[in-house]
């Protein structure tokens, strides 16, 4: 009876001893992979890093996103936003945005408010995000797209007045040429006028003359009616 026990016992104790096993070679190749994953995301990270002091910001941009791809503790992943959305908003400067790009620099802006509240790193609408620094930068972006959008309505107020004006001077430019139209149609009626003036004058010169040989030679060819001759 004891053997069995003893028996029993150290089965018990094989078995306890092979879970104790599996249950360490999961958690080592869990924290193996979590740390081969920490290790890649690092890496993408401090090429990133380098990236954005070489003031070579798509690429920046890039390797910060690539970082995001793997998942890596929270204060990490927070470090990550706030340097992928630096690397999306520090080339937009009051000096580069113009009528042309200002959309897509909002757009940008935009996009890189989007990357800090993902995860609520920063929280979009209080300050409750997971990182100051991020909930900081974020109040920041807002503030600029606030900004770019009144440029946009003076952009377009400005292009408005532009168009006015030249709505305005292509509509001087048009009277002028519509009032020397019509000057030299006036001249063109006129010169017709003078001509058929000067036809109907000639007409009448040349009927007077006309008349006028005819009554001579009507008063010496004719004889002068005296009166009753009988």
Request: glycine letters at 2%; hydrophobic letters at 30%.
């Amino acid at each position: 009876m004891n053997k069995t026990k003893q028996f029993l016992q150290k089965l018990n104790n094989k078995k306890i001893r092979r879970v104790l096993y599996v249950v360490c070679l999961v958690l080592f190749v869990v924290l193996f992979v979590r740390y081969k994953i920490y290790k890649q995301a690092k890496i993408y990270y401090n090429k990133g890093v380098n990236f954005y002091k070489d003031e070579d910001y798509y690429f920046a941009e890039k390797y910060f996103s690539y970082s995001l791809l793997y998942k890596i503790p929270k204060r990490l992943e927070c470090k990550s936003r706030i340097n992928y959305a630096l690397s999306i908003t520090t080339p937009i400067t009051k000096e580069s945005v113009t009528p042309k790009n200002i959309d897509e620099s909002i757009e940008r802006l935009e996009e890189a408010r989007s990357i800090l509240v993902q995860h609520d790193c920063a929280h979009m609408y209080d300050s409750d995000g997971h990182n100051k620094k991020a909930q900081t930068l974020k109040q920041e972006i807002d503030e600029y797209i606030e900004y770019l959008k009144s440029e946009k309505e003076k952009f377009e107020e400005e292009k408005k007045a532009d168009n006015l004006d030249k709505s305005s001077d292509e509509d001087k430019k048009n009277e002028e040429e519509k009032k020397k139209e019509e000057a030299k149609k006036l001249r063109e009626e006129e010169a017709k006028l003078e001509e058929v003036f000067g036809q109907i004058e000639q007409e009448g010169l040349n009927e007077r003359t006309n008349n006028l040989n005819t009554y001579e030679q009507w008063s010496t060819e004719s004889t002068y009616y005296s009166g009753k001759s009988w």
